[in-house]
């Protein structure tokens, strides 16, 4: 997601496969909606996953982590995150932090699933649901963690049976 001056908007995981791409997306969503153009040093992504870190150091992004999916603290700090947090609960740190942060750049990016909202359980349940009318076999929302991250398409891959061909899929 991208916050700029009170809009919401971004760059979706089933936008493209690639996090990266999902920076280049929100940039150019940003410069359509305002008519600016925003740089690396303009912005900062917000996330719990190595991707969320990697994800816009090709644009010079900032990264703020927080370890609030499968990733430590110290897992998280492998791929050098610009600050990083266990997790939210000192709401006043994190707070002043972004806001710091915010009044630095001009536009924030961040990864809504797993960092701000934990809908795991529920995309473990919709995905099921849908697997179970298919007559699949279903998965535990422990699999569910390792099927996402890379947008929708490949969520429904993995969680597919191995055996269903890419016309089946389509």
Known sequence: YFLYDKELFGGFGSDHHLRAKLVDISIERAFNLTGKIFIGKDIVVIGDTKNDILCGKHRGVKSIAVATGEYSIEELLKYEPDHVFENFSDTQKVINTI???????????????????????????????????????????????????????????RALPKDIDEETFI
Request: net charge negative; hydrophobic share 45%; charged share 25%.
């Open 99 to 157: 806001l710091e942060w915010i009044m630095k750049f001009r536009a924030v990016l961040f990864d809504l699933d797993g960092t701000l909202l934990n809908t795991i359980d529920d995309l473990a349940d919709s995905m099921n649901n849908v697997l179970k009318k298919l007559n699949y076999p279903t998965h535990s929302v422990e699999s569910y963690k390792y099927f996402v991250g890379d947008g929708l398409e490949m969520l429904i891959k």
